[in-house]
């Protein structure tokens, strides 16, 4: 008997941990359809020749809904990916091209491209330009035709994951170069961005500063996330700055900061792989690299609360990400000559969503 009552006493234990238990959470997560790049219809081969033209983009669109000729999706709702030249501080000097491609000439094939050749280019002081792959809506791109969408809150999103794959060749060392994961935060329907550059490699003759002694960025310190490097998770302390400071000519102003941001609250906030000093390279030229976006992100949001005042930043709420973008800034140099190829573009958002809780007064294991 008494036996007997031990186990329904158990089981009742049982039932009621059931009833009181906190509710669970899932994750309702959306990731891109063309993650391997194979599955889009692009617009042709896209080309900006020197002296300087015009910027041009290839734009991947859903099976069937390309107008080749014309280089546009049928509708807008059926833009994958945007492959923009992204050349901006070229001048009218030197000869050659820049490249970019979705598959061949706009036949899938595991593959977008970036290429730049060109001689007798006048030196940028920084970067030249930035030939990259983009989904979402930053700076007037508007890619959304796969699950996941652009803008989302960051106050709602769990997880904001990017994983991909890559390889840069040619000449890469000596000068500026690369490999840029830019994301972008702003408030929608204003005129503000915060660039929240992430870098998994760079080979720089003029790096960010390192100690904290640089004219146009202030060194924050190092900011340790686990990234996925070629399958294998490793903790890597990024080190962390923050153009707010200064915030006067030659760095820029707070309506036009020195970075990639811009509004009354824009500014950069870059992330650079460990290591970095004047021309050694550091990180991975050719890997993949994956990792949770969203730390990066809010740390950039806090970044503007420390900088503009947390009552101020979260008045003009709410934040949001607008998008990423992923390629090769390049420039010191008159012969810029690399070419960047991505087989993997893969993004995933991910929303947590409280579970029903049962019914008051049923316990699980009853039967209806």
């Not at 709702?77 to 492959?83: K, R």
């Not at 992430?198 to 146009?216: E, L, V, Y």
């Not at 490097?229 to 400071?245: C, Q, S, V």
């Not at 005042?309 to 800034?329: M, R």
């Amino acid at each position: 008997m008494r036996k007997l009552i031990l186990v329904w006493a158990f089981i009742l234990g049982c039932a009621l941990a059931l009833r009181v238990s906190p509710t669970p959470a899932q994750s309702t997560c959306l990731t891109t359809t063309d993650s391997l790049l194979n599955t889009g219809a692009g617009t042709a081969t896209a080309t900006l020749n020197l002296p300087f033209s015009s910027n041009g983009s290839v734009t991947v669109c859903k099976p069937g809904t390309v107008n080749f000729s014309g280089g546009y999706c049928f509708n807008v709702s059926d833009q994958m990916w945007q492959i923009p030249t992204d050349c901006f501080a070229l001048t009218s000097t030197g000869t050659g091209s820049i490249t970019v491609a979705y598959g061949s000439n706009g036949t899938a094939n595991g593959t977008a491209t970036m290429s730049v050749s060109a001689t007798g280019v006048t030196k940028c002081p920084g970067a030249c330009g930035y030939p990259n792959i983009t989904y979402g809506v930053p700076l007037g791109f508007n890619s959304l035709a796969q699950p996941p969408q652009f803008p989302f809150q960051l106050s709602s999103t769990s997880n904001f994951n990017i994983d991909v794959s890559y390889a840069l060749t040619g000449t890469i060392t000596g000068e500026n170069h690369d490999i840029l994961y830019d994301q972008w935060i702003g408030y929608p329907g204003q005129n503000q961005a915060v660039e929240v550059a992430i870098f998994s490699f760079q080979d720089f003759i003029n790096p960010i500063n390192t100690n904290g002694t640089g004219s146009c960025t202030g060194y924050i310190g190092t900011f340790t996330q686990t990234i996925t490097i070629n399958g294998t998770p490793t903790p890597e302390a990024f080190l962390e700055y923050d153009t707010y400071i200064p915030s006067t000519p030659p760095c820029g102003s707070a309506s036009a900061p020195y970075g990639g941001g811009y509004g009354p609250y824009g500014q950069t906030v870059w992330f650079l792989w460990p290591g970095t000093a004047p021309n050694v390279s550091a990180g991975y030229s050719t890997a993949e690299i994956a990792y949770d976006v969203m730390p990066f992100e809010m740390e950039a949001l806090h970044r503007e609360q420390v900088d503009f005042g947390a009552s101020t930043i979260n008045a003009v709420g709410p934040w949001a990400a607008a998008g990423s973008q992923v390629g090769s800034e390049f420039g010191q140099t008159t012969a810029p000559n690399f070419s960047l190829s991505i087989s993997k573009m893969k993004i995933q958002t991910c929303t947590a969503e409280l579970v029903a809780p049962p019914k008051a007064g049923v316990l699980l294991s009853e039967k209806q």
